[in-house]
T-cell receptor, first 115, second 114 residues
Framework: DSGVTQTPKHLITATGQRVTLRCSPR?????VYWYQQSLDQGLQFLIQ???????AKGNILERFSAQQFPDLHSELNLSSLELGDSALYFC??????????????FGEGSWLTVV | AQSVTQLGSHVSVSEGALVLLRCNYS??????LFWYVQYPNQGLQLLLK??????LVKGINGFEAEFKKSETSFHLTKPSAHMSDAAEYFC????????????FGGGTRLMVKP
């Protein structure tokens, strides 16, 4: 158990709908990362938050948005869903300090199926 | 920009044989390098990481990796494969810059034959 909690574990929804994925980081971790894993794209970085502020943005579609709340949990919002958005979405967290050498801990992911 | 290439999307070995999973990186600054393992229907678990200390890094489950700057490589090895090692393995690079996110390779699926 990495200590990163993601809900829901599985989600099936229809095209055009909107869903919210939730992540609770490890206790004490300030950074939250979102990744998308799909068969054709592999593991793609979407976005990072640090202590409530957006820190970096990757290949995140405009239909997707995220935020990190004062209690440090994070939500990834996916709207106008398309079949191609079906994927495993990972949340990850890392502790403050020591830069790039810190371990990034991953949750078990949220499986999204768009039908 | 940083990137990672994993040679071989599928590797098959016999139980008890040497495991060698290849990873080459590209980075404009000294990198931090990681190997993660993903078992079926599970998240990513850290196997080991290189953070500019010893070039030979030992990880969990008997795995180790050697950082070779001249070859820009960070190959993962294990002397003797177990059936339980069957999983997907990801190499990743991370720089100490703004965001310092992980950039992953395409992954290598390891199959272990009895």
């Amino acid at each position: 158990d990495s200590g990163v909690t993601q809900t829901p574990k599985h989600l099936i929804t229809a095209t055009g709908q909107r869903v919210t994925l939730r992540c609770s980081p490890r206790s004490g971790d300030l950074s939250v990362y979102w990744y998308q894993q799909s068969l054709d794209q592999g593991l793609q970085f979407l976005i990072q938050y640090y202590n409530g502020e957006e820190r970096a943005k990757g290949n995140i579609l405009e239909r997707f948005s995220a935020q990190q709340f004062p209690d440090l949990h994070s939500e990834l919002n996916l709207s106008s869903l398309e079949l191609g958005d079906s994927a495993l979405y990972f949340c990850a967290s890392s502790p403050p300090g020591s830069g790039g050498g810190n371990t990034i801990y991953f949750g078990e992911g949220s499986w999204l199926t768009v039908v | 920009a940083q990137s990672v290439t994993q040679l071989g999307s599928h590797v098959s070995v016999s139980e008890g044989a040497l495991v060698l999973l290849r990873c080459n990186y590209s980075s404009s600054v000294p990198p931090y390098l990681f190997w993660y393992v993903q078992y079926p229907n599970q998240g990513l678990q850290l196997l080991l990481k290189y953070t500019s200390a010893a070039t030979l890094v030992k990880g969990i489950n008997g795995f180790e990796a050697e950082f070779k700057k001249s070859e820009t490589s960070f190959h993962l090895t294990k002397p003797s494969a177990h059936m339980s090692d069957a999983a997907e393995y990801f190499c990743a690079v991370r720089n100490n810059n703004a965001g310092n996110m992980l950039t992953f390779g395409g992954g290598t699926r390891l199959m272990v034959k009895p």
